[in-house]
């Protein structure tokens, strides 16, 4: 079982930065792929950004260029830098980690972080 913990959601004026931050338990870490989602009301669950165990990422075409993800193998944490927030970054942030166990794939959830970019 791995423990998926977001934290560093709040509310931000349009313009501005937020950084979030995932802590994932298991001293795999290293080879998880972790990657960022977001939810608004009415909508599905879609990819924001994705990191893996050899650091290439991967960005939606929406936040190229103003979101950056990261990791930290030795703090088992992944960060998601948001700078020049919209209106329509607004969602609940959740955390993935991803990784192979054997022949499976496995898939943990953190409890979401609120992102909310309004004046």
């Known amino acids: 079982q791995v423990q998926v913990v977001e934290s560093g959601g709040g509310l931000v004026q349009p313009g501005g930065s937020l950084r979030l931050s995932c802590a994932a338990s298991?001293?795999?870490?290293?080879?998880?792929?972790m990657g960022w989602y977001r939810q608004a009301p009415g909508n599905q669950r879609e990819l924001v950004a994705t990191?893996?165990?050899?650091?290439?990422?991967n960005y939606a075409d929406s936040v190229k260029g103003r979101f950056t993800i990261s990791r930290d193998n030795a703090k088992n944490t992944v960060y998601l830098q948001m700078d020049s927030l919209k209106p329509e970054d607004t969602a609940v942030y959740y955390c993935?980690?991803?990784?192979?166990?054997?022949?499976?794939?496995?898939?943990?959830w953190g409890q979401g972080t609120q992102v909310t970019v309004s004046s």
């Open positions: 990191i893996a165990g050899d650091a290439s990422t």
């Open positions: 298991g001293t795999a870490f290293r080879f998880f792929t």
């Open positions: 993935n980690a991803n990784f192979l166990s054997g022949a499976r794939r496995l898939s943990y």
